[in-house]
């Protein structure tokens, strides 16, 4: 399914285009950023060639993943942030998300996973989602939670980071623990 754009409460999720390339430099070359991320800060070059992957990407058939561009509702349509599903395994996808620096604590992490897992289980008939994060990271903890997503356990030496190995606590949810319409439902 190509293109993709969905609309959050806060946040509009768009596929990448080749004008991002600024904005995603402003995020993944942030080291407040990319802290809390699975790669190191990247320099304009590397960032152009990720905004162009996920833009061929996007063209696969079939699709192997939903890697969006994140942008504010209520604002123009510049990128102030990313968010992407990743297939693996049966029906099962992985979470990941990030927002620029300036934007944090406004609910568009939130927004935009909570966006992302609706799309992921609906139109796309997943059964599992999972989100990798490091246990230092209290805030991306808390997103997850939010969302009614469940801690399975503790990855150990799961990213390579910062030139050391990094820790990541796994979380998930169900097909069958998700509403569409409010978020997290009753766990049967």
């Known amino acids: 399914m190509y293109p993709v754009t969905l609309a959050g409460q806060a946040v509009k999720l768009r596929e990448f285009r ?15 950023v990319t802290r809390w991320l699975s790669f190191d800060s990247r320099d304009r070059a590397a960032t152009a060639a990720m905004v162009d992957g996920a833009i ?57 996973a909570r966006t992302l897992i609706d799309f992921g289980f609906g139109q796309l008939g997943r059964h599992r989602i999972t989100a990798a994060i490091g246990p230092e990271n209290a805030a991306s903890i808390a997103v997850v939670k939010r969302l009614g997503m469940q801690y399975e356990g503790h990855l150990r030496d799961h990213v390579h980071t910062g030139g050391t190995w990094r820790d990541s606590l796994l979380y998930s949810i169900l097909a069958t623990e998700w509403t569409a319409d409010s978020g997290p439902g009753e766990t049967p």
């Open 18 to 32: 080749s004008d991002d390339v600024a904005d995603a430099f402003a995020i993944d070359g942030d080291d407040r």
């Open 56 to 112: 061929t990407r996007a063209k696969l058939v079939p699709r192997t993943e939903y890697y969006l561009a994140v942008t504010d509702a209520d604002a123009d349509d510049r990128m102030i942030g990313f968010a992407r599903l990743g297939f693996s395994g049966v029906r099962a996808a992985k979470l990941g998300y990030a927002i620029h620096a300036d934007h944090w604590g406004h609910g568009y992490a939130t927004d935009a």
